[in-house]
């Protein structure tokens, strides 16, 4: 066998293998075992067929076939071990070609695109105040004054968000549906329960009423099913007064000013980590974007393959077709491609431009990291080389969340107004926590 690589692009080698016929004598036997383990010949046991017989049937030049496919791997892997050569992707073979005495094979070799510098990394992004509004605060006591307010009964025709005291029955046929039948019941009026026509029904009643009509019952999946309804009591939730004493009967809190001050910490914290989502999507794209990368195709398809076989697995534990959901989303099979190269794209370049990161800063795992994955790793079941392999993983992951966190310590978060959005606490909160530990 004899080699030749070639650099025929900046992440992308080809290899052009010469193997002639004797090289592949001992495959030869090997072909011929495993082609005797699928072929039938009358008088002949699978995997019994003698040589000669297996030759005739199938024909010599499908023995060579045979022998070179499982000849290549192994030459290849040789190759670029001696050559110090780490593809990105698995080698594809690009042409194979059999001629007179030998067969000629060129070998596409994609390698990890690597960047000569980093964008600049204090880009300033413009993102949501993260402050409170008085709407927000407003909406979060609402909530806590629903929660303990109290209901009283009323007389007069039921409107939205009250409560009704109902008896509910349904006849199917002329039976009675056994699991639609409701005594004492406390609904509220536009909660959409039950059936999808109750609410319309009961707008405007008063008490004593009753009132009969046909409807779905989806729960059940039932249809046309007889509905009646009376009402013994339309009830109204009575809000309490917001005061201080009330505050201090109810909540963990003496006043409404520290219980408003709280509240609007939590609304704080809550919108910080939002918008610490929305940074890190614009910072990154703007990486991104002015590195101006350009990805290998194959190293492009492998990582779309991957997407697509974690989306797939993930509707498949959901019970969902994929012709399904292309109906339910509206997207076409080329939409979806398209989408998945553009999220492939991303993923890549982001490792790239975190990989420069981890080179240029000299980013190293610190002895407690390294002990996370050491305990992890004694959980892991394999061989020796997937075990390398598998570590060699978590190490490069930890490493890119390690840049990662630069990146955004070095960028610039500001409101439309220009003022500084403090959100780097966020960012921090996990190392700070590892040191309280």
Do not use: C
Request: net charge negative.
């Amino acid at each position: 066998m004899k080699y030749k690589v070639k650099k025929i692009g900046d992440f992308e080698s080809s290899i052009e293998i010469t193997v002639d016929f004797d090289d592949l004598e001992e495959k030869k036997d090997e072909a011929i075992s495993k082609i005797s383990k699928s072929l039938k010949v009358k008088g002949f046991r699978p995997g019994k067929i003698p040589k000669n017989i297996v030759v005739r049937e199938v024909g010599e030049e499908y023995v060579l076939e045979e022998a070179i496919d499982l000849y290549l791997p192994g030459q290849i892997f040789e190759i670029l071990n001696k050559e110090e050569i780490s593809p990105a992707v698995r080698p594809v073979i690009k042409d194979l070609k059999k001629e007179k005495k030998s067969y000629k094979i060129e070998v596409l070799i994609t390698l990890w695109p690597k960047l000569s510098k980093l964008p600049k990394l204090n880009q300033t992004v413009e993102v949501e105040s993260i402050e409170p509004t008085e709407e927000e605060i407003n909406e979060q006591i609402e909530r806590i004054k629903l929660q303990f307010g109290e209901v009283e009964k009323v007389d007069r025709p039921a409107k939205e968000s009250d409560y009704l005291l109902l008896n509910i029955s349904g006849l199917e046929n002329g039976n009675e549906l056994k699991d639609f039948n409701y005594q004492d019941y406390l609904y509220e009026l536009g909660s959409a329960l039950l059936t999808p026509s109750l609410d319309s029904k009961l707008e405007g009643v008063s008490s004593g009423a009753i009132i009969k009509f046909n409807d779905d019952i989806p729960a059940l999946g039932k249809s046309n099913i007889e509905v009646s309804v009376l009402v013994k009591e339309i009830k109204e939730k009575i809000m309490p007064e917001l005061t201080d004493d009330w505050v201090s009967s109810v909540t963990e809190f003496d006043s409404v000013k520290e219980m408003n001050e709280e509240l609007y910490k939590n609304i704080q914290n809550v919108k910080k980590r939002q918008i610490a989502n929305q940074y890190q999507g614009l910072l990154t794209s703007k990486l991104i974007e002015e590195s101006k990368l350009e990805l290998p195709e194959q190293l492009v398809i492998a990582e779309m393959d991957s997407i697509l076989q974690n989306f797939m697995n993930e509707l498949q534990q959901n019970n969902i077709k994929i012709e399904d959901y292309l109906q339910i989303t509206g997207l076409t099979e080329e939409t979806l491609q398209e989408d998945l190269k553009n999220q492939a794209t991303r993923n890549l370049s982001m490792v790239v431009i975190l990989d420069k990161v981890v080179e240029d800063q000299e980013l190293k795992l610190d002895e407690k990291e390294v002990g996370f994955i050491d305990e992890h790793m004694s959980t892991h079941d394999g061989s020796e080389a997937d075990s390398a392999s598998h570590r060699l993983n978590l190490e490069s992951e930890s490493l890119r969340n390690k840049a990662m966190l630069h990146i955004l310590q070095q960028g610039i978060s500001v409101d439309k107004n220009g003022e500084k959005v403090y959100l780097q606490d966020v960012y921090n909160q996990e190392e700070d926590l590892g040191e309280e530990e």
